[in-house]
């Protein structure tokens, strides 16, 4: 069975950087979605800051499981660590506290998200780090709603994106 990736949509951050990355009237022609998010955030106290990924607009329903590493230690925790209001797209790098000019990779994966059952999530996360707090993160969400999924909001928790962190949205068909 083939599988093939289509670019249904990309964003690059501005100057002056963006609240949040979304991406709209997603067709339900595919298999799963891939999301694949390069960040950095506007946090100045820390060394992390944490992305929230919401699906149609809606604020209830996420439940998510965590694996985090931070170079020292491995840890496992569920949602109540962060917030139950959106899934967890793992730690960004942030403005201060991480090695200047560098971001954060993220890979979101949504099989059969249009589909009429509720809907899964695997993330895939680390910061990019030349000293000795990284976190690497493995998420696994599931967002108890049967709506096909029309919309992506990823947003920084409680600050924007900077300039150039960017987001690409494809499309996957298994044929």
Known sequence: MATTYTLISSVTVGSGGAANIEFTSIPATYTDLVVKLSARTT??????????????????????????????????????????????????????????????????YIPNYAGSNNKSLSTDSVTENNSSSAYAALVSSLWSNSAAITSITLAPDGFDFVQYSTAYLYGISNA
């Not at 990924?53 to 499981?65: A, E, L, P, Q």
């Not at 959106?86 to 000019?101: E, I, P």
């Open 43 to 108: 946090r100045n106290t820390g060394d992390a800051n944490s992305i929230k990924v919401t699906f149609n607009s809606s604020t209830s329903g996420y439940t998510y499981k965590i694996l985090l590493g931070t170079g020292s230690v491995a840890t496992s925790t569920d949602q109540t660590a962060f917030f139950t209001n959106a899934s967890w797209g793992g730690y960004a790098n942030q403005n201060t506290g991480t090695t200047a000019n560098t971001f954060s990779s993220h890979e979101l």
